[in-house]
Structure formats: structure tokens, C-alpha cells
């Protein structure tokens, strides 16, 4: 994908990545936005967010990453938030069995709260590079293939398929608006105007990437 400037005709996206602690969440999106690995073995508190401008098939995009604790007691938040966004990217981790076992938790609090025909979501299992997994891929396929979702595998420390698993859910993104022909902004169909631009620059400035 390639990174543009600000501008006012770009299209923003709210993407969310859920999943339990640990999985590597936060460096999927560190090594997205930086290019870099982080490992600091501290977990998400709460919610953190950043934005970063891309093109993709000819459409700028403002795309907004959302951040979310895996922790019980922020479990709640997370759900609270998803029915803001236009995509959501589930993570486990492939070395922990139990984070894919959480997994079919999470999708079902998405189901309270989540129109699937108006909302993309894909699974990834993360930290492929590792020796043994304890979560193959034949597994992860499988509940994939009961939801109608798709699979990717990555590693943030190893750079595999971390820009691929933000080009796959812009591109559901964009098929469901196209379906509508009509453009997603925020949590409403419309066009950004340019006092909206100036306010999300204003308020995205500190960690835009």
C-alpha cells in the first residue's frame, strides 16, 4: 500500500483489533504504521489508537487503528467500541492454544453488537514464525470456514503478512461500500467536509504515523 499525505478527500476507516492479551496486538499495528518491532511485554490499558494515510485501488484512506486491552476487566470496553467501526481484525496468538479457544468468545460478543453485512472482519493468527505452534493452520481454516472469514497468518517480529492483513480488510471495507456505492466516514455514510478535516487533524495530530 502506498502512504500518502492528509487530504480531503481521503475516506476514513475505523479498524479494531480484538483478541486476548499478549497475542501481539499492539505490535502488529507498531510494526504497521513504524515499521518496527516492539516486545515489551506490558499489556494495552484500555483503548490507543493511531492513524495512518494510504492508497489503496486509487482511494486515499485515513485509516484510524484502534488498540484494545485483551485483559477480562476491560473486556466490556472493547465491546463497546466495535459497533463504531468499519472493520475488525481478530487476533490469537498461534504458540497459545487458549487465545484461539478465546477467540470464539470474542466473535460472539461481536454478534451482539456487529452487523456483519455492513462490517468486515478477518481472523489472523499471529507469531507464525515461531517453532511447534500449538494452533495449526488446518484448526484456525476450519473456524474461518463456519464464520465466512478469512485467514491470515503473520509475525510482527518477522515482518510476514502485516501490511497484507491491512490491505485484506480495506479491501472487504471497500467492497461493502461499494455494494452501497456510498462512502464510509467515521460511523456514518458521508463525505468528510473540510471542518471535519481540520478537526481530525487537530485531534490526531500527536499520534498520526
Same mark, same amino acid.
Request: aromatic share 8%.
Given at each position: ?17 480484538? +483478541?486476548? &492479551?499478549?497475542?501481539? /496486538? =499492539?505490535?502488529? *499495528? *507498531? ?14 490499558? +484500555?483503548?490507543?489508537? @493511531?492513524?495512518? #494515510?494510504? /492508497?489503496? @485501488? ?5 485509516? %484510524?487503528?484502534?488498540? =484494545?486491552? +485483551? %485483559? ?11 459497533? %463504531?467501526?468499519? +472493520? *475488525? ?8 492454544? =487458549? &487465545? #484461539?479457544?478465546?477467540? /470464539? ?10 452487523? #456483519? ?6 481472523? $489472523? ?9 500449538? $494452533? ?9 470456514? %463456519? ?7 503473520? &509475525?510482527? !517480529? ?16 471497500? @467492497? ?8 464510509? $466516514? ?17 485531534? !490526531? /495530530?500527536?499520534?498520526?504515523?
Amino acid at each position: 500500500m502506498e502512504q500518502i499525505n492528509e487530504d480531503k478527500d481521503r475516506i476514513l476507516y475505523k479498524v479494531i483489533l480484538i +483478541g486476548d &492479551s499478549f497475542v501481539g /496486538k =499492539t505490535s502488529l *499495528i *507498531i510494526r504497521f504504521c513504524n515499521d518496527t518491532f516492539e516486545s515489551s511485554g506490558i499489556a494495552t490499558v +484500555g483503548i490507543d489508537t @493511531k492513524t495512518k #494515510f494510504i /492508497k489503496r @485501488k486509487d482511494k486515499k484512506i485515513e485509516l %484510524q487503528i484502534w488498540d =484494545t486491552a +485483551g %485483559q477480562e476487566r476491560f473486556r466490556a470496553l472493547s465491546k463497546n467500541c466495535t459497533n %463504531q467501526m468499519d +472493520g *475488525i481484525i481478530l487476533v490469537f496468538d498461534m504458540s497459545n492454544k =487458549t &487465545s #484461539f479457544k478465546s477467540i /470464539k468468545m470474542w466473535y460472539n460478543n461481536l454478534k451482539e453488537t456487529v452487523d #456483519f453485512k455492513k462490517v468486515g472482519v478477518i481472523l $489472523v493468527g499471529n507469531k507464525c514464525d515461531i517453532e511447534n505452534p500449538q $494452533v495449526d493452520h488446518d484448526t484456525a481454516q476450519e473456524f474461518c470456514f %463456519q464464520h465466512g472469514l478469512s485467514l491470515l497468518e503473520s &509475525s510482527a !517480529k518477522s515482518n510476514i503478512n502485516v501490511s497484507e492483513i491491512f490491505s485484506s480488510i480495506i479491501d472487504i471495507m471497500l @467492497k461493502l461500500n461499494d455494494k452501497t456505492n456510498i462512502k464510509r $466516514v467515521s460511523s456514518k455514510l458521508e463525505k468528510i467536509s473540510p471542518d471535519e478535516e481540520e478537526q481530525l487533524k487537530k485531534k !490526531k /495530530k500527536k499520534n498520526c504515523c
